[in-house]
Nanobody, 124 residues
Framework: QVQLVESGGGLVQAGGSLRLSCVAS????MGWFRQSAGKEREFVAV?????????YGDSVKGRFTISRDDANKNTAYLQMGSLKAEDTGVYYC????????????????????WGQGTQVTVSS
């Protein structure tokens, strides 16, 4: 069982930035999803085990960046910029033992373990 702990959520004004962190108990491909009230869980981004490959959801391309910590590869970050009200939601970190190398996927079913989530609220 892989443990995932997210942090960094909070309240931010539209146009602002926020960085989320996720610490995993083991090293796998790591992704971020989000869910807002009344909507299905949405894929945000994923980074490969090596950190060399990434994939982003269309709604965040060019605004969000996923990365791994250079010193501790079990930690992934989601740097969010140019935030909009529609970015509001609970952000979940996920890890996948299925996703290898360049073969990254957006489907939630490809992920094996999930964190508890952290709330991000963007005020307009």
């Amino acid at each position: 069982q892989v443990q995932l702990v997210e942090s960094g959520g909070g309240l931010v004004q539209a146009g602002g930035s926020l960085r989320l962190s996720c610490v995993a108990s083991d090293r796998y491909a790591m992704g971020w999803f989000r869910q807002s009230a009344g909507k299905e869980r949405e894929f945000v981004a994923v980074i490969s085990w090596s950190g060399f490959h990434t994939l982003y959801g269309d709604s965040v391309k060019g605004r969000f960046t996923i990365s791994r910590d250079d010193a501790n590869k079990n930690t992934a970050y989601l740097q969010m910029g140019s935030l909009k009200a529609e970015d509001t939601g609970v952000y979940y970190c996920a890890a996948s033992a299925k996703l290898k190398g360049v073969h990254l996927r957006a489907a939630a079913g490809e992920y094996d373990w999930w964190g508890q989530g952290t709330q991000v609220t963007v005020s307009s």
